[in-house]
């Protein structure tokens, strides 16, 4: 039984990549002894349940820095101005650790890339340092850079390995650091709908955490488009919610208050989440440059026409496929019009998606890890 450290800069945000830590915990749980370092306030246990993963919650040892709690409830209250703030969580998490290194075998990042001079694995979301997608954080950023992120030579080193939630992160962490990661596909829980395509109701599923990333208010813009073509379509809007998207959330809710067509779920059961996939005939997901898209693949999988924004690796999902590719909101209304048309059930899989790939993958990288150790 080998030690191990898991780094994740934050559980808050309850997302995607959260999911990615709590299966590695799941899975490494049972063959060896895991300590999570992260800035969060939110309890592993309870997120754990929320998504239905199964983690031993009194073996998990959890650590977190010196008035970690009050740290993680500042930087989720400065996210609606700053950004998500992840790679200053990342970068405090990172310091803590390393008074604590030497007493674990191997450390794992869960989010994204780590400065570690011990054998490390690291999956890579979307590579947090030396970028601003928004310019009002573009300094913090580069400060926080100079300061946290690792060197080329550190990635490259025999002891580090570097894996990619798909091959359109990997190539963007290439550019960045000289280094092709792996690509291991995220964790996604196949869903068997009993609906046949033709009981399934007219409307449209988004999914997914509640965040101006996700942009689910265009949702709104799309199917108020719809309805004025006479498409009798209805919108649902269900995903996680975190504090650092208060404003946001209720702004979504205000909207679908005045409109009968829109139905907006916050934190909503993986029951209830299944039930409106396998009830509905078409997912959308309006994130520009999505890293992956669990909620693109658990559409796929239920069966859904999915349609994505032409950008990031969400595409694979799709295959890349034009129908289901789309890059103003004009664009996929008439893509979901004519889809609407001839009504024919989707035809993707994501069988090559599933959390037994996930783990059997995340178990064999770490096993190699350790044994340079």
């Not at 054998?119 to 030396?130: E, G």
């Not at 034009?322 to 009504?343: G, K, N, S």
């Amino acid at each position: 039984m080998a030690h191990i450290a898991i780094i994740h800069n934050t559980l808050d945000f309850q997302g995607g990549a959260d999911v990615v830590c709590l299966q590695t915990i799941a899975t490494l749980q049972p063959a060896h002894d895991i300590t999570l370092f992260t800035v969060s306030e939110t309890s592993p246990a309870k997120l754990a349940s929320k998504f239905n993963i199964q983690i031993d919650s009194e073996s998990l040892k959890l650590m977190r820095p010196p008035a970690g709690m009050t740290i993680a409830s500042i930087l989720s209250a400065a996210s609606e101005q700053l950004g998500d703030l992840l790679a200053s969580r990342s970068v405090l998490i990172q310091w803590y650790f390393r008074q604590f290194a030497e007493d674990f075998d191997a450390v794992v990042s869960t989010a994204n890339e780590l400065d570690t001079s011990i054998p490390s694995l690291q999956y890579i979301h979307y590579p947090q340092f030396w970028h601003a997608d928004d310019g009002r954080i573009e300094l913090a950023n580069t400060l926080v850079s100079s300061v946290g992120a690792p060197q080329r030579q550190t990635l490259s080193d025999h002891k580090t390995t570097v894996v990619a939630n798909s091959q359109w992160t990997a190539d963007v962490f290439y550019d960045r650091y000289g280094v092709m990661p792996a690509v291991v596909h995220p964790p996604i829980a196949q869903i068997e709908c009993p609906h046949p395509w033709n009981a399934r109701q007219d409307g449209i599923v988004v999914i997914g955490r509640l965040a101006p990333d996700k942009r689910q208010h265009k949702a709104i813009e799309l199917i108020d488009r719809l309805r004025a073509d006479g498409y009798d379509l209805h919108l649902h809007i269900a995903g996680s919610v975190s504090a650092a998207y208060g404003s946001y959330v209720r702004a979504l809710s205000t909207a679908a208050a005045k409109r009968s067509y829109v139905h907006v779920e916050r934190d909503i059961s993986r029951k209830r989440l299944e039930q409106l996939l396998c009830e509905h005939k078409y997912g959308l997901n309006l994130k520009q440059r999505e890293h992956f898209g669990m909620s693109v693949a658990e559409y796929v999988s239920a069966g859904l026409h999915t349609l994505v924004h032409d950008s990031g690796g969400q595409r694979d999902i799709v295959r890349h496929r034009e129908e289901y590719l789309f890059e103003t909101i004009p664009q996929a209304v008439d893509q979901i019009e004519m889809i609407h048309d001839t009504d024919i059930p989707p035809e993707l899989s994501s069988d090559h998606f599933g959390i037994s790939t996930f783990r059997s993958q995340i178990k064999s990288f770490v096993d190699s890890t350790l044994s340079i150790g």
